[in-house]
């Protein structure tokens, strides 16, 4: 079945404490992207990545870190997480960048809480 | 820059009720427009698409015309059912090309009661 696998679905952690969120597609697609979620701001553009070892940063990508040594996976790491990185976080892929023919296909997302 | 601007919600309705989200979307050049839904505890899904002006995107009854004149794309379904409850989402992909992300809205919250 083609997905998009986040792990884990729920964390909480403590402030300063470093984390990784893991993504992986096994559609073979080129482009992956983070993205957060917050009430009354809808998603927002982290890092993404165009293909692999080619990164480059989002929206608001502040406080986070990606690296894409592998085709298949784009983790998420927060080096010192504070409070407002509590967010829902949603790992996406595409064929080839988010266009008509290439569609983003969303990962089940990752609830954080940094306290 | 460009943006996507959606209706407040949420949006309360009783099953088989008209639904309408409206959605305005600001752009240079010729933006795709997207529908996308998230149903709860789940990542959003693509619901429906469109390219160009006048073009209709449809997809498990919902409709959404994208209007250059008004820059509007706004999703309608002719009778909702409870399990239409959702957040949907309109997006825009700039230049109609491979691009490096979407812009999304705010999201619309969909209630259908029984």
């Known amino acids: 079945e083609a997905q998009v696998t986040q792990n884990p679905r729920y964390l909480i952690t403590v402030t300063g404490k470093k984390l990784t969120v893991t993504c992986s597609q096994n559609?073979?697609?080129?482009?992956m992207s983070w993205y957060r979620q917050d009430p009354g701001l809808g998603l927002r553009q982290i890092y993404y990545?165009?293909?692999?070892?080619?990164?480059d940063k989002g929206d608001v990508p502040e406080g986070y870190k990606v690296s894409r040594k592998e085709k298949r996976n784009f983790p998420l790491i927060l080096e010192s997480p504070s409070p407002n990185q509590t967010s829902l976080y949603f790992c996406?892929?595409?064929?080839?960048?988010?266009?008509?023919?290439?569609?983003?296909?969303f990962g089940n997302g990752t609830r954080l809480t940094v306290t | 820059g460009d943006s996507v601007t959606q209706m407040e919600g949420p949006v309360t309705l009783s099953e088989e009720a008209f639904l309408t989200i409206n959605c305005t979307y600001t752009a240079t050049g010729y933006p795709s427009l997207f529908w996308y839904v998230q149903y709860p505890g789940e990542g959003l899904q693509l619901l429906l698409k469109?390219?160009?002006?006048?073009d209709k995107g449809s997809n498990k009854g919902f409709e959404a015309t994208y209007r250059k004149e008004t820059t509007s794309f706004h999703l309608e379904k002719g009778s909702v059912q409870v399990s239409d409850s959702a957040v949907y989402f309109c997006a825009l992909s700039a230049y109609g090309g491979a691009t490096n992300k979407l812009i999304f809205g705010t999201g619309t919250l969909l209630a259908v009661q029984p």
């Open positions: 996406a892929s595409s064929s080839v960048g988010a266009s008509y023919n290439s569609p983003l296909h």
């Open positions: 990545s165009m293909n692999v070892e080619v990164t």
């Open positions: 469109a390219t160009k002006a006048d």
């Open positions: 559609m073979n697609h080129e482009y």
